[in-house]
């Protein structure tokens, strides 16, 4: 089966070749059409549940006009050091 390497990704062009040394050229190409079937199958992405629950809690001060998160925003971290809790917000500059 001949694999059209134009449309593959440099990362895709990578495996291929890499299969092809090692295992040879049929063996290599069988293989990896069916990891390009499997990798079709699984989700594209998958949903980050801290950034959906950061939403959800800003989500409040959607219609409020005197709050601003500037045009560059924020980072959020958790704090960290001795006796450190909670997170800091730090404006990107």
């Known amino acids: 089966m001949a694999i059209d390497e134009s449309a593959l990704t440099k990362g895709q062009t ?32 998958a949903r980050d549940p801290v950034a959906d629950a950061l939403v959800a809690a800003l989500d409040q001060f959607k219609d ?17 050091g001795k006796g450190a809790s909670g997170f800091i917000a730090q404006k990107i500059t």
Do not use: Q
Request: no cysteine.
């Open 14 to 45: 990578r495996k291929l070749n890499a299969l092809r040394k090692s295992v040879g050229d049929d063996i290599a190409d069988e293989a990896f059409t069916k990891w390009m079937a499997a990798r079709a199958k699984a989700p594209k992405e």
């Open 64 to 80: 409020e006009k005197t709050f601003r998160l500037g045009a560059k925003g924020y980072v959020v971290k958790r704090s960290k």
